[in-house]
């Protein structure tokens, strides 16, 4: 996964079941106190044993693709703007790849973020084609959870394909995840809706999926969707300490916080 606490949010139904948990990114350029932080929630966090940390910074990137007319690229999304994000998205892509080489080797299943990122973020679409590039290299079979938002759904329609791929459910212990949610909210380290309802059930489909220039008729798989406000202007993004967490947050007070 991509961040802390996107094991429990996009993997509920499998976190305690598999034998281990890569988490990529650790600090945020933008929140200096966040990966001290993050390291004390990983510590105290009930799957810790399982859990290994890579420690990546960050990109800045969430926003910086075009959501209008999104663009899969090698490292995950083209970043719309030039520049620095750009190219430290590009590079940390590069990284990941020497990172996770060893666990995708290791692992005869792999599950981590579908092409759109769940419900939108540029570094969960970089980890998905890093890992699913490393397991078709392979024997590793990649499997991408079912979570999409109302900012995804263009580019999650662009995967709507002919042919059918494995698909399997599975239920959510809702409480289980409520009581390991807490060590995160505890420090403060927790960037999801406040008052979110996990679902019941996830499904989980094989990968890889085909990408389709345009949007037309194809198959999916059952989707978790969630309904978010409008997205922040990128002009926004780049200008608001912790952007993430407190547009999330603030969406949910707004909103219900909850799945749809």
Same mark, same amino acid.
């Given at each position: 996964?991509?961040?802390?606490?996107?094991?429990?949010?996009?993997?509920?139904?499998?976190?305690?079941?598999?034998?281990?948990?890569?988490?990529?990114?650790?600090?945020?350029?933008?929140? $200096?106190?966040?990966?001290?932080? /993050?390291?004390?929630?990983?510590?105290?966090?009930?799957?810790?044993?399982?859990?290994?940390?890579?420690?990546?910074?960050?990109?800045?990137?969430?926003?910086? #693709?075009?959501?209008?007319? $999104? =663009?899969?690229? +090698? +490292?995950?999304?083209?970043?719309?703007?030039?520049?620095?994000?750009?190219?430290?998205?590009?590079?940390? #892509?590069?990284?990941? /790849?020497?990172?996770?080489?060893?666990?995708?080797?290791? #692992?005869?299943? !792999?599950?981590?973020?579908?092409?759109?990122? =769940?419900?939108?973020?540029?570094?969960? !679409?970089?980890?998905?084609?890093?890992? +699913?590039?490393?397991?078709?290299?392979?024997?590793?079979?990649?499997?991408?959870?079912?979570?999409?938002?109302?900012?995804?759904?263009?580019?999650?329609?662009?995967?709507?394909?002919?042919?059918?791929?494995?698909?399997? /459910?599975?239920?959510?212990?809702?409480? +289980?995840?409520?009581?390991?949610?807490?060590?995160?909210?505890?420090?403060?380290?927790?960037?999801?809706?406040?008052?979110?309802?996990?679902?019941?059930?996830?499904?989980?489909?094989?990968?890889?999926?085909?990408?389709?220039?345009?949007?037309?008729?194809?198959?999916?798989? $059952?989707?978790?969707?969630?309904?978010?406000?409008?997205?922040?202007?990128?002009?926004?993004?780049?200008?608001?300490?912790?952007?993430? *967490? *407190?547009?999330? *947050?603030?969406?949910? /007070?707004?909103?219900?916080?909850?799945?749809?």
């Amino acid at each position: 996964v991509a961040h802390p606490d996107d094991e429990i949010l996009w993997f509920a139904s499998i976190a305690e079941d598999v034998g281990k948990i890569v988490i990529c990114f650790l600090d945020d350029p933008e929140t $200096p106190d966040l990966a001290d932080a /993050r390291k004390r929630t990983l510590k105290e966090h009930p799957l810790a044993d399982r859990i290994q940390c890579l420690g990546l910074t960050e990109t800045c990137s969430f926003g910086h #693709a075009d959501w209008s007319d $999104p =663009e899969p690229a +090698s +490292s995950g999304l083209r970043i719309a703007a030039t520049g620095e994000v750009a190219n430290v998205y590009e590079e940390r #892509a590069a990284a990941l /790849r020497t990172e996770l080489a060893p666990y995708i080797a290791d #692992a005869t299943h !792999v599950f981590t973020h579908n092409p759109w990122g =769940e419900y939108g973020h540029e570094e969960h !679409v970089m980890v998905h084609r890093v890992v +699913s590039d490393l397991a078709a290299s392979g024997s590793t079979r990649v499997w991408y959870s079912n979570y999409a938002s109302s900012w995804s759904t263009g580019l999650m329609l662009r995967y709507c394909g002919r042919r059918e791929n494995d698909v399997f /459910r599975k239920d959510v212990d809702t409480e +289980s995840m409520r009581r390991m949610s807490m060590v995160y909210r505890d420090h403060d380290t927790w960037t999801w809706f406040d008052d979110y309802e996990w679902f019941d059930t996830e499904h989980f489909v094989r990968g890889p999926l085909e990408y389709l220039p345009q949007s037309g008729f194809g198959w999916m798989f $059952p989707i978790n969707l969630i309904t978010l406000p409008d997205r922040p202007s990128r002009k926004s993004v780049s200008r608001v300490k912790r952007l993430k *967490r *407190r547009l999330l *947050r603030l969406a949910g /007070r707004r909103h219900g916080g909850r799945g749809n």
